[in-house]
């Protein structure tokens, strides 16, 4: 169940950054939705995983958040510090 979730995380992460490509305001505005994704999505979450798991499910929503986090916060980070190139037509 935690290597789904963390694969789904890595997936998501993922494609939030190949969309993203050489568009600093984009990555910039994704980096913020993943990190309030990641806090406001394990309370309404969790007691789905708490009766379907028990206690590993909430482990494995934990470390899926946090996956999502450091997603989040690394785009964030990549979108406030890339260089974007000029196009020349």
Known sequence: ????????????????????????????????VLILFSFLNYPVISP???RWNGLEGTVSLIIF????????????????LCIVQSRKY
């Open 65 to 80: 958040n946090l996956v999502v986090l450091l997603g989040g916060i690394t785009t964030l980070s990549m979108g406030v």
């Open 1 to 32: 169940m935690v290597l789904v979730l963390i694969l789904i995380a890595i997936l998501i992460v993922g494609i939030c950054l190949v969309v993203t490509k050489k568009n600093k305001r984009a990555r910039v505005m994704v980096g913020i």
């Open 48 to 50: 789905f995983f708490i």
